[in-house]
T-cell receptor, first 115, second 115 residues
């Protein structure tokens, strides 16, 4: 299995809802990432998990809460989001969190719309 | 803070002609990646450049890295319509803080190939 999967593909949620995004990889990668991408902009790093521990949080608002239950799974819990949080959320994984084994493989993304 | 700039931001290409995209970055790094993104889709890895002088070619695309000049180029030979997409370079920022490395994306170059 050489891919990163994300569910759901699309999500519409109200500002008072709680929802979760899920990301899975079975490549044995030890680092996983969440990115946010707005239209016509590059992806922006949100969180990095390395060996199931949170290693980078790019000052993301607390309404986004990441979780890494095991080495293959990464979740992003969403609560009380704002309309400006509408974006494409990309998950990625890499064999390692540094060095030459750092190539990141991206999932298909979840298109999130906050109403 | 690592800054990554691409130019041009938009490139209208005629089929059959050659073009070059430039990626400049602001701090020392010896690892650079090129990704392709089709509208509404995720990122597809094109090239991994891991050392000064690295050159990789795939079909009509060729990427190179000059770490001394902090510059990577993506050269397109005899453009065809299938190459229309947005191309991102991304540079590894090792941070030197004992945490995971970070991938910083360039601004992106939107390529449009016309007949």
């Amino acid at each position: 299995d050489t891919e990163v999967t994300q569910t759901p593909k699309h999500l519409v949620m109200g500002m008072t809802n709680k929802k979760s995004l899920k990301c899975e990889q079975h490549m044995g990668h030890r680092a996983m990432y969440w990115y946010k991408q707005k239209a016509k902009k590059p992806p922006e790093l949100m969180f990095v998990y390395s060996y199931e521990k949170l290693s980078i949080n790019e000052s993301v608002p607390s309404r986004f809460s990441p979780e890494c239950p095991n080495s293959s799974l990464l979740n992003l819990h969403l609560h009380a989001l704002q309309p400006e949080d509408s974006a494409l959320y990309l998950c990625a994984s890499s064999p390692s969190d540094f060095g030459s084994s750092y190539e990141q493989y991206f999932g298909p993304g979840t298109r999130l719309t906050v109403t | 803070e690592l800054k990554v700039e691409q130019n041009p931001l938009f490139l209208s290409m005629q089929e059959g002609k050659n073009y070059t995209i430039y990626c400049n970055y602001s701090t020392t790094s010896d690892r650079l990646y090129w990704y392709r993104q089709d509208p509404g889709k995720s990122l597809e890895s094109l090239f991994v450049l891991l050392s000064n002088g690295a050159v990789k070619q795939e079909g009509r695309l060729m990427a190179s890295l000059d770490t001394k000049a902090r510059l990577s180029t993506l050269h397109i030979t005899a453009a065809v319509h299938d190459l229309s997409a947005t191309y991102f370079c991304a540079v590894v920022d090792d941070l030197n803080t004992g945490t995971a490395s970070k991938l910083t994306f360039g601004t992106g170059t939107r390529l449009q190939v016309t007949l």
